[in-house]
């Protein structure tokens, strides 16, 4: 079955603090997302990865194949950081994407 | 680019009445999705299509009916709307395996 499993659901941190937030699959993927949420707002795509790390601003993406996770960090957190951040999947073979349950961040000044 | 446009942003039903969610992306993308979020539920797939003239079922398709009109163009349609349809729905769109664009989401209230 096509699973992801995201952790933790909840995290609150102080402003400037290093921030991971990780991501588990079942099975082999042709690509993962990582997105992001704002409240009340929509849904804007950080990262596609398949292999390796990719880097924008404060974020970085990893993604660990044979271990099928992977890791969203955020460097000097800061509250505009706030928001639910999602990891959703695309099983190779498969059409759609599978979504994790999201990671509800707060940043506190 | 508009992206990804969804009409309308909000909209209030009573039981029974029908609707329907359009939606339009102008990336030339083939794939198209429709995901309701509903709280503590994470993003939840009703109907998807590959490309022109195919749709398929997702996780959650029971009260919906879609239509991908053109390669643009991708519709929701609810026949019948019920307080369990009280959600926020999004339209997606993707160029194959590349890449995920969201439309901004409707705030559908079944009353």
């Known amino acids: 079955k096509n699973e992801v499993e995201q952790s933790p659901q909840n995290l609150t941190a102080q402003e400037g603090e290093f921030i991971t937030i990780n991501c588990s699959y079942s099975v082999g993927i042709s690509a993962l997302h990582w997105l992001q949420q704002h409240p009340g707002g929509g849904i804007v795509s950080l990262f596609m990865?398949?292999?390796g790390k990719k880097k924008h601003g404060r974020l970085i993406a990893t993604i660990n194949i044979q271990e099928k996770h992977s890791s969203l960090h955020i460097t000097a957190s800061h509250p505009r950081d706030s928001a639910v951040y999602i990891c959703a999947a695309h099983f190779q073979g498969a059409q759609k994407l599978v979504f994790g349950q999201g990671t509800r961040l707060t940043i506190n000044p | 680019n508009a992206g990804v446009t969804q009409t309308p942003k909000f909209q209030v039903l009573k039981t029974g009445q029908s609707m329907t969610l359009q939606c339009a992306q102008d990336m030339n993308h083939n794939s198209m999705y429709w995901y309701r979020q509903d709280p503590g539920m994470g993003l939840r797939l009703i109907y998807y299509?590959?490309?022109?003239?195919?749709?398929d079922k997702g996780e959650v398709p029971n009260g919906y009916n879609v239509s991908r009109l053109n390669k643009r163009e991708f519709s929701l349609r609810l026949e019948s709307a019920a307080p369990s349809q009280t959600s926020v729905y999004f339209c997606?769109?993707?160029?194959?395996?590349?890449?995920?664009?969201f439309g901004p989401g409707t705030r559908l209230t079944v009353l």
């Open positions: 997606a769109s993707s160029p194959e395996w590349t890449g995920v664009n």
């Open positions: 299509s590959a490309s022109e003239g195919t749709t």
């Open positions: 990865l398949s292999s």
